[in-house]
């Protein structure tokens, strides 16, 4: 007899003590590249009440200790949602929800718990867009009552899953401006602590060439949008210094010569779309830039 032979036989065995058959009174699941199990809603389909949910949860417990498995995840769909407290009385921990559903965990093992957070970082994405007249296209946001007065900020807003960031920033000056443009490079991005619910913020400035000039502003969105200039821009004093530090992240990318542009590579995983990197590489005129002024630098820049 083999050894996986006499290891089947033992936890047959312990599931003949448990009174489990066959397997058949154990919730079903999908076990992951870390020895855990994820039970989906469609392993939940043919439970037809709480009681028959607590017996099978209970007794796969027993069989899942028993085997050295890890990580328990559950994901309860809401119309399910009778089920929830039987797994918080058996252990389970809340780790994220959304709309349609709550996923809860349990760590088996004696040792501390490695699971791994959920997502805890919003992902914004602006677009810098400055014309051949060294302007730049600003807004002022309906919906930003948190400052005292209105700020000319730069179009943009939180990326939609599954789109890369020049997308998203394409994106938000099209809908909030009525401008289209091309990206050129991502110029710099911002990360700060505790900002929405205690989450991390990453924000992404992605530089644009602007494909048209009308402004068609989105009045739901937006009181306000005009080009400016970018000097008179950076030099008000009423700009914020976040954004007065990005304009200046242009000014210095066309004077050393120097920007992020993105290279996709194949996911490492079939079937899902490209990894996308960004890394440094040349910018816009470099010696020829050097003891210009910012207007003069900025106006000749190559986009």
């Known amino acids: 007899m083999t050894e996986s032979e006499t290891e089947a036989d033992a936890v047959e065995q312990f599931f003949k003590s448990k009174g489990v058959t066959d397997h058949v009174d154990c919730l ?79 760590w088996l093992p004696n040792e501390p718990n490695t699971l791994p957070n959920y997502a805890h970082h919003f992902v914004g994405v602006a677009g810098l867009v400055i014309n051949e007249k060294n302007e730049v296209l600003v807004i002022q946001e309906r919906y930003l009552v948190s400052l005292k007065k209105p700020i000319w900020k730069f179009p943009g807003g939180l990326a939609d899953p599954g789109e890369n960031l020049q997308e998203t920033a394409i994106r938000e000056v099209r809908e909030e401006t009525g401008i289209e443009t091309e990206f050129v490079s991502l110029l710099c991005f911002r990360h700060m602590h505790e900002v929405r619910w205690g989450t991390e913020d990453l924000y992404f400035v992605c530089l644009l060439k602007p494909l048209s000039s009308e402004i068609k502003m989105d009045d739901k969105e937006i009181t306000a949008c005009k080009w400016i200039n970018l000097e008179t821009y950076i030099s008000d004093p009423d700009t914020i210094s976040t954004n007065r530090m990005i304009a200046e992240s242009y000014i210095k990318s066309c004077k050393y010569g120097v920007t992020y542009t993105p290279i996709h590579y194949p996911h490492f995983l079939k079937n899902k779309p490209d990894q996308v990197f960004y890394s440094l590489s040349p910018f816009g005129p470099c010696e020829e830039s050097k003891g210009k002024t910012i207007e003069e630098t900025t106006v000749n820049h190559k986009l």
């Open 28 to 106: 079903k699941g999908d076990i992951d590249v870390f020895n855990g199990v994820t039970v989906r809603p469609k392993h939940l389909m043919d439970i037809v009440d709480s009681d028959s949910f607590n017996k099978r949860l209970i007794k796969s417990l027993d069989m899942w200790q028993h085997e050295g498995k890890r990580g328990i995840w559950i994901k309860i769909p809401i119309t399910q949602a009778d089920f929830i407290p039987i797994a918080a009385k058996l252990g389970f921990e809340f780790h994220h929800a959304k709309k349609d559903f709550v996923m809860m965990t349990k």
